[in-house]
């Protein structure tokens, strides 16, 4: 028995017949935490009524076999670890696993090595794994006993439902905004090439700028600050004239605003900056960063849920991202 015509029972579903909170019924389902014997009777009757039958993910916490959501990293180093953007996603996780008696763990999967997924595949601890910083070569070398237990923050696959920010979308709103202020010179740094993600705002840049006639000003990034910073001092070697530099995230535009310090350029009088991810930050510098938000729990919430709820999930799942004007540009 299903809830409608064309869509499988929920947890929500089974939590609602059950007269129950849906973290109650989690436990019940997973078999982990507490539940009065009158909660679990009720839950295990609208399990039965509904024909619940949970995802992968689900099914080994009710075998007792898996505990643990797995946020996975791929980087070029350990160091990605210390990323707050990854610190945010493993928080977000948490909100979602604790209920259900989850725990979530942190673990780098070094860039270039295929294999990095198989030491998961093989630990019966994993109930699922949310990728991070996805590429299509790491999509590739999902093992297939894997699938159904693995969601990607980033690109996805046909067997890797993908959730993301629209960063194109973003990127497009900043730069319109420079060029509405007035700035005809304007530079970008981007994220680094491997990744696929940071690609989106260089293709919206480049077409942007032939709209406009204007040139391409691309210098590289890494998403830090201290590259942002050497960026700032190449660009103005490169263009004296530069009017503006859109860095594609926060941290890299804060080093620029640096760089350009460090030159004698006043910011947003001589260059606008602007950056992406509205974080924390943004808003207490001096000047203010102009950015992009990027809702990156909001995100981590629903490739968590997608995971432990077994909700059917598009390809891909992309969050607006809206402009967030300040004095910087």
Not at 25 to 48: E, L, M, N, W, Y
Not at 114 to 121: G, H, I, M, V
Not at 270 to 284: K, S, T, Y
Request: hydrophobic share 45%; with cysteine.
């Amino acid at each position: 028995m299903t809830t409608a015509a064309h869509r499988p029972a929920t947890l929500e579903d089974v939590a609602r017949v059950a007269g129950v909170s849906r973290s109650t019924a989690s436990r019940v389902i997973a078999g982990t935490g507490f539940a009065s014997p009158a909660a679990r009777k009720q839950v295990t009757a609208a399990v039965d009524q509904l024909g619940y039958v949970p995802n992968p993910a689900a099914r080994a916490l009710v075998r007792g076999g898996g505990v643990r959501l797995v946020v996975a990293v791929l980087g070029t180093s350990a160091a990605v670890l210390d990323d707050p953007y990854v610190h945010q996603v493993v928080g977000a996780a948490a909100r979602v696993c604790t209920p259900a008696g989850v725990g979530v763990a942190l673990y780098w999967l070094p860039f270039g090595d295929p294999r990095s997924l198989d030491q998961l595949d093989g630990d019966r601890s994993v109930c699922g794994v949310i990728l991070v910083n996805t590429t299509e070569e790491l999509l590739a070398a999902v093992p297939r006993s894997l699938r159904g237990r693995v969601v990607s923050i980033g690109v996805g696959s046909a067997t890797v439902p993908s959730f993301d920010v629209d960063n194109a979308a973003g990127s497009e709103a900043v730069l319109r905004h420079l060029y509405a202020s007035g700035r005809r010179r304007i530079a970008m740094v981007t994220g680094p090439r491997w990744l696929p993600c940071a690609q989106r705002p260089v293709q919206t840049y480049r077409r942007l700028m032939a709209e406009a006639g204007l040139p391409e000003r691309i210098l590289p990034g890494d998403f830090r600050a201290p590259r942002g910073r050497t960026a700032a001092g190449e660009a103005l070697r490169r263009w004296p004239d530069i009017d503006a530099i859109y860095a594609i995230s926060d941290d890299t535009a804060l080093g620029v605003i640096a760089g350009l310090r460090d030159a004698g350029a006043q910011v947003p009088g001589d260059v606008a900056v602007a950056g992406f991810d509205d974080i924390p930050l943004a808003g207490m510098t001096a000047p203010a960063l102009t950015t992009a938000s990027h809702p990156v729990g909001r995100i981590a919430v629903a490739a968590a849920t997608a995971l432990l709820d077994g909700r059917p999930a598009a390809p891909v799942t992309l969050f607006p991202s809206a402009l967030v004007a300040r004095a910087s540009a």
